[in-house]
């Protein structure tokens, strides 16, 4: 097992950081991602109030190569300092490249891994997803959390095979992204002494997912906005519920729209709603690689007007 247990560092926005390109997307901008990756720490995203996701699906790890991932993972871990948590993206449609990714993060002192089934075929059968995740636990010997998402997967994860996972060694988190509440309850009840469950809905179904008993929450907002983010997380902490909900409530019209716009032009486009945001407010993001797209003037123009009249600023 690791030596720093995944389960008691799941606290607060566990944020997924945007890897920012050059202007044509040909080259990751290194600077720009040290840079971006201080700014969240300066501003709260620390150990017991955020963790840090490197080359996550919003990390745009699916335009990414192996070794573009594994230098992603190189730079957050290097400036996170040990100051935050950071967990790496090893989501791959084959198993041996997921043990890959596994391996090179845990030899560069990653506190665990965020892994999704395997994803390219529509429909998984749960051998097929238990015998994935067991054997990149038994490759690495670091902490790793499940994400659930049925949209990348087109599959959401029943109770009986999560229960099922949780029993492998090294299966300490889980990102539960249902959109099923009924079960996600129940997932609470039944896991939550076993693994650390994040609110995979985000800023959405916050305060009421700390009511219910989670501890964190995913956010591609703490990019830009960590101190909101962290705000959200302490006021929850201390049941202060309705501070909690009038912090979370400043993101809601920026949420409606990208929802809005992710909707009509797909997920892919889910990533860069986020970062045309911090774009916006003045974060060198760069360009985009195929298949994610510029986003279209409408988005820009609805998005700038929201963050000015919330009064977000870099």
Aim: aromatic share 8%; charged share 25%; with cysteine.
């Amino acid at each position: 097992m690791s030596n720093r247990d995944l389960r008691q560092l799941v606290h607060g926005p566990v944020t997924v950081v945007f890897t920012p390109f050059d202007e044509t997307g040909d080259h990751i901008n290194e600077d720009a991602l040290r840079e971006n990756v201080r700014y969240m720490i300066d501003h709260g995203i620390k150990t017991g109030s955020g963790m840090l996701v490197a080359g996550g699906s919003t990390g745009n790890c699916y335009v990414l190569s192996l070794e573009e991932r594994k230098r992603v993972f190189e730079i957050i871990i290097d400036e996170a300092k040990g100051q935050v948590p950071v967990i790496c993206g090893a989501n791959h449609t084959s198993t041996r490249s997921a043990i890959e990714l596994s391996r090179y993060a845990e030899e560069l002192g990653a506190d665990g891994i965020l892994l999704t089934p395997p994803y390219y075929w529509a429909s998984i059968a749960d051998e097929t997803i238990f015998a994935h995740y067991k054997a990149v636990s038994d490759a690495i010997d670091i902490g790793i959390m499940i994400y659930n998402n049925p949209v990348i997967i087109n599959n959401d994860l029943s109770l009986d095979l999560l229960l099922r996972l949780s029993e492998l060694e090294n299966i300490q988190a889980l990102k539960e992204c249902t959109g099923n509440h009924i079960k996600y309850s129940r997932v609470i009840d039944k896991l939550g002494d076993k693994l650390a469950i994040v609110n995979g809905a985000g800023e959405w179904f916050e305060p009421t997912s700390y009511q219910m008993g989670t501890t964190a929450f995913i956010s591609g907002f703490a990019n830009f906005a960590p101190a909101l983010c962290v705000e959200i997380h302490k006021a929850s902490m201390a049941r202060d519920y309705e501070l909690a909900k009038k912090a979370a409530n400043r993101l809601r019209p920026l949420l409606e729209i990208r929802s809005r716009y992710v909707s009509q032009a797909g997920p892919t486009q889910g990533a860069r709603a986020y970062e045309e945001m911090a774009r916006i407010l003045g974060f060198r993001i760069g360009g985009t690689r195929l298949p994610i797209l510029p986003v279209p003037q409408w988005f820009h123009a609805e998005i700038k007007v929201a963050l000015e009249e919330g009064g977000f600023r870099k």
